[in-house]
């Protein structure tokens, strides 16, 4: 059920709060460190912010997707790796519990992924099935009364710090495609789990993705999600849907957060013996970006509404991802132009942006998988 919306402004004026005064005066620390200070993290769950949307009789906040990404828009105003140490609890790792899973599971997992003590994580990518998720070839044998797991999952955001994995694994060898994909909750510690060492990035230093090995992995049958074989992979559909609204308004905030900061720089830097806010050209890139970010914010707010009235926006989802994703790309680009040689010095915080977006436009779906999505959905619609 949704908020008043007294209660609703004041959760967001109290993330904008915790963002300005506690997160913004990390943001150089955490990508130096490459970690999030422990301290940080628990404010984080005193705030409720890992139980965002996971419903109240879990323990979460149960916003709805307005609400949601009216916080996240919020939440963009910093560096995205904060956001990250939560963000798999509120999205891609928590949503297919909530979902599909059954009322057991969601019972024994969600209340601690909603309170943040334990972190979840998405297991979906390997190394030969990225975009062609459809094709993953990790395997789920039945065995007596349970499954044993083999395989190698890529790039998981938040492997290092999860206690519980959403993985997909083929339980039909009969059915190449995503017809014989089924989902399972596997705990961390699980003999047969491993994971990696996390990947050093182009950005998000602070945020951690590594490879999760399964090796002869001996899973209960009560942990295949929803008690259902072969519903994996849509499953893992839905969840994107909905975490690509989540990323896209986190582009949103950070876009609007680098207009600030360039508009803010573009009316003190003196250049000819005046602003540089005073000249046409700068202008231009000020306005080009912010017509863009305000186009994304009404675009994200339209189909979190229409998601809420019970509409299926898968369309509107991957239009919202690669419009956002795509924008904060270039108001970042805008960003570096703007502040001249001080956007490419450390410094500044400009370039860490600048590199921190650019994943944007590659998980949860790259641009072009959107692209082939929205496509798809047209011709369905015109046939
Ligand atoms: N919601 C519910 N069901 C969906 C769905 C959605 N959004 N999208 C697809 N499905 C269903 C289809 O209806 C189909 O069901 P049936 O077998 O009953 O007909 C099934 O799932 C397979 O769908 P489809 O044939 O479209 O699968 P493809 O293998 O062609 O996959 C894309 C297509 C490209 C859309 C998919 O592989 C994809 O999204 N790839 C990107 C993966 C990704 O985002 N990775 C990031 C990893 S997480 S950071």
Redesign the pocket.
């Known amino acids: 059920m949704a908020l008043d919306i007294e209660t609703r402004d004041q959760l967001i004026a109290t993330v904008a709060r915790f963002v300005r005064e506690r997160l913004v005066p990390l943001e150089d620390k955490v990508a130096e460190d490459d970690a999030m200070p422990p301290g940080i993290v628990d404010e984080m769950r005193g705030l409720g912010l890992f139980g965002l949307s996971i419903p109240a009789e879990y323990g979460g906040l149960g916003l709805t997707t307005e609400e949601e990404v009216r916080v996240v828009f919020e939440l963009g105003q910093t560096a995205p790796a904060f956001r990250s140490t939560f963000g798999t609890n509120v999205g891609?790792g928590s949503q297919g519990l909530v979902m599909d899973g059954t009322e057991e599971q969601k019972n024994r997992y969600l209340p601690k992924l909603a309170s943040g003590e334990t972190i979840s994580c998405?297991a979906?990518?390997e190394p030969e099935a990225?975009?062609?998720?459809?094709?993953l070839t990790t395997s789920a044998r039945r065995k007596g009364n349970g499954y044993v797991l083999n395989g190698t999952k890529r790039?998981?955001?938040n492997a290092p710090q999860a206690g519980l994995f959403t993985v997909f694994a083929r339980t039909n060898a009969e059915e190449p495609?995503?017809?014989g994909v089924s989902a399972f909750l596997v705990e961390a510690g699980t003999p047969g789990l491993t994971v990696g060492k996390a990947e050093r990035k182009m950005g998000q230093h602070g945020a951690h993705i590594a490879d999760v090995i399964f090796d002869d992995c001996q899973v209960p049958a009560s942990a295949l999600l929803g008690g259902a074989e072969n519903q994996g992979?849509?499953?893992?559909?839905?969840v994107?849907?909905r975490?690509?609204l989540h990323i896209s308004a986190l582009c949103v905030g950070i876009a609007e957060r680098l207009i600030r900061d360039s508009l803010a720089y573009a009316m003190e830097r003196q250049q000819f013996g005046k602003p540089i806010a005073e000249f046409q050209l700068v202008q231009a890139m000020l306005a080009d970006s912010r017509v863009e970010a305000y186009a994304a914010r009404c675009m994200v707010l339209d189909a979190a509404v229409r998601r809420d009235a019970g509409d299926?926006v898968?369309t509107e989802?991957s239009c919202c991802k690669l419009f956002t994703s795509e924008m904060v790309g270039r108001v970042a680009d805008r960003a570096v132009q703007i502040h001249g040689g001080a956007g490419y010095v450390a410094d500044h915080g400009v370039e860490r942006f600048y590199r921190d977006v650019r994943l944007f436009r590659l998980?949860?779906?790259?641009s072009q998988?959107q692209q082939?999505?929205i496509a798809?959905d047209m011709i369905r619609e015109a046939t």
């Open positions: 891609i998405f979906l990518t990225g975009s062609d998720a459809g094709s790039y998981i955001t495609g995503a017809r992979f849509k499953t893992a559909m839905k994107l849907d975490g690509r299926n898968g989802a998980y949860e779906g790259t998988i082939l999505i798809r």
